[in-house]
Every structure is written in C-alpha cells, then in structure tokens.
T-cell receptor, first 114, second 113 residues
C-alpha cells in the first residue's frame, strides 16, 4: 500500500464548477499537509499549507484535513481555465520528525474548460 | 533573476555521455534539494543539502553525483545513465531544512537514448 494515494485523473470540469481534489494516507505521524500546483513545463508551486486537522481558506481555495479519516481535500470554487494544472498533495511528520521528508501523492491532472 | 533557476531546460544524452544540471536560487535560502519526477509516479527525493553540506542521499545510484559549492548553487553531474533515468529533474530550495515550503525551479527534462 502506498503511503499517499491520489487519483491521477484526469479530471475535466466546466468553468465555474466546484472542484474537489483528494488524498488519503496511511501514516498517522503526518501532521503537516500541503497542496502544490504544477503547470505544464513548470515546477510545482506551494498553494496551501496546513498543520494538523481543520480547514484553511485562501480566496477560491479551501484545504481540509481530517486526521481521523486520514483524508485531505482541496476545494476550488468558481474554477477558471487558469486553474488547469496538476495538483500534488504532500505531507510530512511533526514533533521529533520535524525534519522528516515530504511524501508526495502522484498528482491529479485537472482541466477546466471554458 | 528571481526564484529558482535551472539550466538547461531540456537535455538529450547518450548512455556514455557526461553532462551536468545546474540550479541557482536567488531567495537566500539555506537548504537545497534535487527531486526526480517520472510520469505517473510521485516526486522522488534524491539529495538534500543544508548550508552546502549534504544531509540526505536517498539511495541514489552513483551515476548521479551532486555538488553544492555554496548555499545558492547546486549541480547534478550525470554519467553513464540508463534510459530509465529519463525524467524531469527538479531543484528546490527552502529557508530552513524542514521540507515544508519548497520553492521549485522549472526543471530539466532529461532524455537518455
């Protein structure tokens, strides 16, 4: 079983739709959760960063972490064609393992069509 | 130049060639990383440097040889590669060695013939 599972898609939605991207994980030591966005022919860029459980909102983006279910989500409201990219979830341990390595998901390819 | 810059953007090499990838960060960060991104696979950590000292070698074959002359520059020297080494090689940096808020370059797309 992979430590982090992420559906690679591809996911295609119409402009204006609400997009839900998800990852599940198996390591209960993970405490820091991130979403990276990667445009074609570019490196990933950090989109959202959360610690432990709960929600975090930034404009049209909301990140949710449910540690009891080992499940994280990224919601995109009013999706735009410019949101078309690959979205990577990433996570790492905390506490004594604060220098622990990031574990990435495979990435979900999202296309928002006009 | 701002952010993290990688050169070349594309590289085609034969299995007997020797080439080098270059990374430069203009962010004043102390930690630098090499990652490998293959199709349909998660990002794989290769090497980590903190204040130009190597802190991580993630069981990478010796045909990949990193070099970090200072906190702003990172190289990946390549020799006698295999076709399965074809991938996107990404350099990243972070303020501290915590792997959290990584800033990535655009990568070098490597093809080994």
């Amino acid at each position: 079983q992979k430590e982090v599972e992420q559906d690679p898609g591809p996911l295609s939605v119409p402009e204006g739709a609400i997009v839900s991207l998800n990852c599940t994980y198996s390591n209960s030591a993970f405490q820091y959760f991130m979403w990276y966005r990667q445009y074609s022919r570019k490196g990933p860029e950090l989109l959202m960063y959360t610690y432990s459980s709960g929600n975090k909102e930034d404009g049209r983006f909301t990140a949710q972490v449910d540690k009891s279910s080992k499940y994280i989500s990224l919601f995109i409201r009013d999706s735009q064609p410019s949101d078309s990219a690959t979205y990577l979830c990433a996570m790492k341990g905390g506490g004594g393992t604060s220098y622990g390595k990031l574990t990435f998901g495979q990435g979900t390819i999202l296309t928002v069509h006009p | 130049e701002t952010g993290v810059t990688q050169t070349p953007r594309h590289l085609v090499m034969g299995m007997t060639n020797k080439k080098s990838l270059k990374c430069e960060q203009h962010l004043g960060h102390n930690a630098m990383y090499w990652y490998k991104q293959s199709a349909k696979k998660p990002l794989e950590l290769m090497f980590v440097y903190n204040f130009k000292e190597q802190t991580e070698n993630n069981s990478v074959p010796s045909r990949f040889s990193p070099e970090c002359p200072n906190s702003s520059h990172l190289f990946l020297h390549l020799h006698t590669l295999q076709p399965e080494d074809s991938a996107l090689y990404l350099c990243a940096s972070s303020q501290e060695l915590n792997y959290e808020k990584l800033f990535f370059g655009s990568g070098t797309q490597l093809s080994v013939l």
